[in-house]
């Protein structure tokens, strides 16, 4: 560690007390001269994205994230429009929600938020309510997976008189995602069961004209808000999909997003030595030899942070987690991220960071104040916040004695202007490192295999429902009906013997198991 490479390198943006620490990466200038070249193409690159090329070339789509937080960018008044007004209108939707001018239909007004989405369409909004919603005017519940248990769960934290003064959000930007459909559908049973009119309590965020926007218009929600295409899942908390329920919860959006576009001026200057996304990615690059052979190990030294490791291991994995580059030549790509927060994973996998295998890079965040408020010493001359700063500083010390690098970001608190600047940090390091890396960083083609494959496990079921009978029966006897594979078979039986569909007598192995009605 060297104070002289420390002040020399590190980037600060003092006018919103943010700053980026790499002297612990060992960037050398002979590395960064080399890749002179790519970080020039990667600032025309997002310049292009910035001013609306097809920067998705697969989909066709531009990449419009950017504009969220600056709609002057956007290069036709008819895509500015589409950020602004939204923006004006989920604003005034908000205001007439907490005045209660949208009011239940059972009267009184609306105290809570249920909101129905998954990965995009869950995340942001998750991180911002855990970040920045605390004491929020109307306390936020999530359905963001298919787990029926979890779905109970939180019917019953919110309890079936709850449900009245409950606005649903149902957040899909396509519209036809199962795993929000289905919660959709959940939530308006349990609406049914007791008697009330789900979308005289519902708000739909999606693109215009999908199977979520139909449904709302046939069921009567009470508001519907655009999702645009030029706005990934992963970076659409700072459109309708994040700002939506934000505004709902009385977070200062307008700051969020000033925070955002704060770092985004910063952050669009072409001069990579004060450039802190792209100081970044080539932090990135250098640790993984441009192939992402380290993972990123992400701790926030605050609580109210904890879902951000969750919030870029999407934004960072579903972008640059790619088989093929633009060229079509197969790299498979991507950085691992994973995290939860200091100091408590101290106590948990640090051990292994220190002393076992070397695969990683920390990103270790700092949030310099510790509370509002005046502080107790917990032993003569300390306080917790003492000791949670003593904790970072000595960890990221120990980790480099033992030959692990590591990224220190600085904040001063965490604000609904905070967020925004670390996330557009996050946010154009992504772009900058795919261009870096030359793929495409927002198509997301992997995950459609898994899609598909459970819908044809859900045939298959169905085919197999109706073949079970009162004589017992083996998987592979079923295959055979079916024509199917017997562990396919297997695997619907014992789904469906769990589930009170079928009995079943296990036998020796899997083989010899019997399944009846
Ligand atoms: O918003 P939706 O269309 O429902 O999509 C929700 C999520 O699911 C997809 O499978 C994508 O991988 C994510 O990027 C997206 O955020």
């Not at 927060?341 to 310099?368: C, M, W």
């Not at 965490?414 to 795919?434: C, D, H, K, M, N």
Request: aromatic share 8%; hydrophobic share 45%.
């Amino acid at each position: 560690m060297s104070w002289s490479n420390y002040a020399s390198t590190l980037i600060r943006y003092p006018q919103f007390g943010f700053s980026l620490d790499t002297s612990l990466m060992d960037l050398d200038d002979a590395f960064l001269s080399k890749m002179a070249p790519k970080v020039e193409k990667a600032f025309a690159d997002i310049a292009a994205i910035e001013s609306g090329a097809i920067a998705n070339p697969d989909e066709g789509r531009m990449v419009g994230h950017y504009w969220l937080r600056k709609p002057e960018l956007a290069p036709t008044q008819e895509l500015r429009d589409a950020v602004t007004k939204p923006l004006a209108a989920l604003k005034v939707f908000a205001e007439k929600v907490h005045t209660g001018q949208v009011k239940p239909p059972g009267g009184g007004i609306f105290q809570r938020i249920l909101l129905i989405g998954i990965g995009g369409s869950a995340l942001g909004p998750q991180l911002v309510a855990e970040a920045i919603g605390h004491n929020a005017r109307m306390p936020i519940h999530f359905f963001d997976n298919t787990d029926p248990a979890g779905i109970d769960r939180v019917l019953s934290d919110i309890g079936v008189a709850g449900l009245a003064h409950t606005l649903v959000v149902v957040i899909s930007k396509s519209g036809g995602t199962p795993e929000t459909r289905n919660g959709m559908v959940e939530a308006k049973a349990a609406y049914d069961a007791a008697g009330m009119d789900f979308g005289k309590h519902a708000v739909a965020v999606t693109g215009e004209g999908s199977k979520l926007d139909h449904f709302a218009t046939q069921q009567g929600f009470i508001a519907r808000f655009p999702m645009e295409d030029w706005v990934g899942g992963r970076t659409s908390v700072m459109s309708t999909v994040g700002l939506v329920p934000a505004a709902l919860q009385g977070i200062d959006i307008d700051s969020f997003l000033a925070g955002a576009a704060a770092m985004d001026a910063e952050t669009r200057k072409h001069d990579a030595a004060k450039n802190a996304s792209m100081r970044l990615a080539l932090a990135w690059y250098a640790a993984g030899n441009g192939k992402g052979e380290k993972d990123m190990v992400v701790l926030p030294y605050k609580d109210s942070l904890v879902l951000f490791s969750k919030y870029l291991q999407q934004l960072v994995m579903e972008s640059l987690g790619k088989e093929l580059d633009l060229a079509g030549n197969k790299v498979n790509q991507g950085i691992a991220v994973y995290g939860n927060k200091g100091s408590t994973d101290q106590h948990a996998y640090v051990q292994q960071l220190r002393d076992g295998v070397p695969n990683f890079f920390a990103t270790l965040i700092e949030v310099r104040k510790g509370r509002h408020g005046e502080s107790i010493e917990v032993e003569p001359g300390n306080s917790s916040a003492d000791y949670l700063q003593g904790f970072l500083r000595g960890t990221r010390k120990a980790l480099y004695d033992s030959g692990r690098k590591s990224i220190t970001i600085s904040i001063p608190e965490v604000t609904p202007f905070q967020l925004g600047v670390l996330i557009a940090l996050f946010e154009r390091a992504v772009s900058f490192y795919a261009s870096l890396v030359n793929i495409n960083a927002y198509h997301q083609p992997g995950v459609e295999a898994g899609k598909k494959a459970a819908a044809v496990f859900l045939d298959l079921l169905g085919a197999v429902r109706s073949r079970l009978i009162s004589e017992a029966k083996t998987a592979q006897e079923i295959a055979f009906e079916t024509d199917a594979d017997a562990e396919d078979i297997y695997h619907c039986l014992t789904h469906l013997a769990a589930n009170g569909e079928a009995q079943i007598a296990i036998g020796s192995n899997p083989a010899e198991d019997t399944f009846s009605l």
